[in-house]
């Protein structure tokens, strides 16, 4: 069970969550202008990622927030958790084998 | 002592304390501190078990967890057996009752045994490769056969009477094993503060140092250590020690699952006493300290019941006084074996040879043997071995210059092998550690960690005792989050043991012996099977395994993996690293489904939630149903009757009089804040600006992809509140959906969401008296015809509590819906009631509720919707915002093939027969008379008998239905074609007036 940092909360298990999917997707502003295509590359395309990757959470059993999380899929460690609508983070230079990382304040 | 095999003295069971078992029938003694494996040998018993495949005797083989063979049932009463325990671990009791498995009609005389000469007809794969031909005979005889032989044990057919309880606990320091390096690294980490649990699979502490004859440490012998050691622990309150408690597997951030044994081992557990108990433990660090395992040696006929490891023979004699028989051979690569040697003799069991398969065998060890006047004989393999239920002799060869030279028969009731041994990274693995092959070990060790997690001593191929030590001392005092400086140093007095481990299989003589030759014992996988996967191309491990079976059994391969991938690599011309391993999966060993379920079972399954008239409903006879966890009224039979009847009397009595109805489970959100309408607009199809306050509208709301994904009424009872129904089942993701656009798309909009559905008891009072039922109830709303039209709701009291009444109706009759506060829930239903027993008003449920609904062409989300149903397909495009530029689903909805003319529409299908009930789900055809693969256009959705109308009715979804009105179509049925015609899905009223009275 992953341990997972709720910005708002801090480091709860992972069953009072839900996952989100990708993060930094978001819903085109007028959708009636985009074609077909554009659309479809919106509603259904999501990476695979074999590495770091941005995904959603929601603290759904706990205080009901979205936020984002950077988690190496490979080995299923956090890198970062930050608020919804902040950018993606950097990558902190060494990914060490810990417990999931404090989140910055 | 009847036992002609205990000795006289010695080890840590209690000869004053007898305990008297029994196994198949037979009765036996033991003493306390036995286990079941110990007793048995005691008694001179060997034979446990027959093989899984050949049905071959069987004989106890390890003295722990990694136990192949014996496997035996324990059997308390009917409902508590537990089959496939290793007799290795099961501790004796007084009275414990066990059986062997896998044989017919004795152990010692199996019918089964014929599969062993019959074994050219089951090689590697046989079941991908038998019993093809001829295909009818699959379910009339192979099957029923193959079920009959197949699997381990067998299931109690009781239900288990145990509880079991479960844990959640957090600690600095996890430590798994309490061996030599498990608790040194336990006394490290503790001294520093930290809180520590150190866990260990068997019943006492001490692992291999309860069996150690003569090293010492700090001046005490091994044991003497073990109890100062674990003394010093518990009594440190940051220390928790459980014994009898198996690591089983590691999870991502450090979270690893024990499961400790509570009652087991006692004769008769007290009432309430847990069985066992599940742990979660998130550990800051964890210190692996899993000890090895001995590896097996595989040669001709090294299964025969009487061959065991040699440190198992060890642990018999040192720790549980037990000779495992009178005279030995021993094989072996390492001088671990010579200390066995040594101890068996000074019991007084012959020692007939040592066979080294190193050329030469010098040091201590050897050399004392050799002084004891024990045959030391390098250079040496075996070529095979005899006997039935026993070994009884041994023929050993001699490797010079490469080649094997003749034969040197040995006779002996005792084969002890030792291969050297094996570190047991399995929870590393687990934990998704990368593994590394050691040449000089042959062995993979822990190499770079996942996770925060150390592995100390023989588990990462540390052997020698003082090693172990210090280095469980310094993992320990690492581990710790104030690192220990100075770790407990041990100084150790241990005679030096030199040792290659062995891999794969003996030297042979060329012929071979037609003997076969065991890697995987309890798969019964032998070196030809292996060969024959690698022969048919086999050549990736994982194919291997899955081919041929080993390393797959209930043992996970703890003796063979590393001996089956040895011989893999060697038929590959590979190197073993390029082979590679197979990956470690949870449980270590077999973990109960019981502790799973823990208290989840029975009533505690899963929550029930009810409504406020469930009491009042159970009093009436009310049959229920589930609908997500909520229990419904179904229906009310009176005087006996059938569902049929009593939902044809209550859909009569809403249609002319007046029916009550429990619609509390409705989920309900209220939407609050300046942008309320805005939130609204952009989520659901409808239009929200325009509805006024105090007035409601039947809400759709997609999903992007522009599917129907909930529904329900909305009223806006503010101009900045809603107050949104949704499906019973669908409150929850609605709610999960609204807070993801809120949060995530439209963060700049005011608006809160509150769930509410508990907060409101919901009484649907519907058919043309319910106006005259309700009129003297209700004060502060004028629920006149004109006052308050279809679609109204207003805020008032109602027999004294407040309520939010609306004016809708899922009937199609005249209806409100009373929403008043939960706790006012059930006097406001009996006050109704009450009233409106003069107007005949009869309670209904849902049964009747969904004919009602459906005789009106309304739609249930979820079943006559499936997620692929646009509001047109739905018949619903009146209900979209015409002028709204944007809404969830509407790009979705422009594209070409969600207007295409072929789309299925929901419609009515009338049978010709009008008796005639159609299935929920039947197909739908357009030709008569197909035959399968049938051209199928679509299917039926919601389907009932009508009392009121006098026919069936049913609604489906049907390709360009709309277009097909007045067609006959077909719905194909086992017995034949069942004639349907197209209609409206609104059956009753169409015109509406009923609803608008």
Known sequence: MLLIVCPYCGKRPEIEFSYGGQAHIARPLQPSQLDDEAWAEFLYMRANTKGVYAERWRHSRGCGRFFNALRDTTTDHFLAFYESGEARPGLPATAAPTAAPERKT | MSSDFRTASGGRVDRAQPLRFTFDGKSYQGVAGDTLASALLANGVHLTARSFKYHRPRGIMAAGSEEPNALVTVIRDAGRTTPNLRATQVELYEGLTAESQNRWPSLSFDVGRINDRLSAFFPAGFYYKTFMWPRKAWKAFYEPMIRRAAGLGKAPVQPDPD???????????????????????????AASGSRVILCDETAEFGGSLLGESRATIDGQSGSDWVASSVATLAQNARVTLLARTTAFGYFPHNFVGLIERLSDHLPAPYKGQRRERLWQVRARAVVLAAGAIERPLVFPGNDRPGILLAG?????????????????????????????????????????????????????????????????????????????????????????????????????????????FTPSVHLFSQSRGKLEWNEALKAFVPGASAECERSAGACRGVYALADVLADGAACGAAAAPEPNRSPPRFSVQAIERRGDAHLGVLPQSVPPSDEKSFVDWQHDVTIRDLQLATREGFQSIEHVKRYTTTGMATDQGKTSNLNAMAIVAKSLDAAVPQVGLTTFRMPYTPVTFGSMAGISRGDLFDPVRTTPTHGWAQGRGAVFENVGLWKRARYFPRDGEHMHAAVARECLAVRSACGIFDASTLGKIEVVGPDAAEFMNRLYINSWTSLGVGRSRYGILLRDDGFIYDDGVVARTGTDRFHVTTTTGGAPRVLAMMEDYRQTEW???????????????????QGPKSRLVLESLVEGIDIGAAAFP???????????????????????????????????????????????????????????????????????????????????????????GKNKPDYVGKRSLDRASMKSPDRKHLVGLRTKDPRLVLEEGAQVADKAGQKPPMELIGHVTSSYASS????????????????????????????????????????????????NA
């Open chain 2, 747 to 765: 963060p700049d909009l005011e608006v809160w969401l509150t769930s509410t559905t508990e907060q409101w008891a919901v009484i649907a009072v």
């Open chain 2, 948 to 995: 009121v109308l006098g026919h069936s009715i049913a609604l489906g979804l049907v390709a360009g239905g709309r277009n097909r009105l007045g067609q006959t179509l077909y719905v194909p049925m086992p017995g034949g074609d069942l004639e349907v015609e197209v209609t409206s899905p609104v059956f009753y009223d169409p015109a509406g007036a009923r609803i």
């Open chain 2, 790 to 880: 279809h679609m109204s709701v207003g805020r008032g009291r109602i027999c004294g509590a407040p309520t939010l009444l609306f004016r809708v109706s899922f009937t199609g009759e005249l209806g409100f819906e009373i929403n008043v506060p939960a706790d006012f829930g059930l006097a406001v239903w009996e006050a109704v009631y009450g009233r409106g027993r003069e107007h005949g008003i009869t309670e209904y449920g849902t049964e009747t509720m969904h004919v009602l609904r459906a005789e009106k062409g309304y739609i249930i989300v979820g079943q006559d919707t499936d997620g692929t149903v646009t509001p047109d397909d739905a018949g619903l495009t009146w209900a979209i």
């Open chain 2, 312 to 420: 198992a023979a060890h642990t018999y004699l040192n720790r549980y006084g037990v000779r495992v028989g009178t005279r030995a051979v021993i094989v072996t690569s390492c001088d671990d074996a010579y200390q066995t040697a040594l101890d068996l003799k000074a019991a007084g069991v012959s020692v007939a040879a040592i066979a080294d398969l190193r050329a030469e065998a010098t040091g201590a060890l050897p050399d004392a043997a050799r002084h004891q006047g024990i045959e030391v004989l390098p250079g040496s393999t075996v070529l095979g071995t005899e006997g039935n239920l026993r070994v009884h002799a041994i023929t050993l060869g001699r490797v010079r210059g490469g080649q094997v030279q003749g034969g040197q028969r040995v006779d002996c009731d005792t084969v002890l092998m030792s291969g050297g």
């Open chain 2, 163 to 189: 509880r079991y309880a479960q844990r959640y606990a957090h600690c600095d320091v996890l430590v798994v094993g309490a061996g030599p390096a498990g608790i040194a690294a336990a006394l490290a980490a």
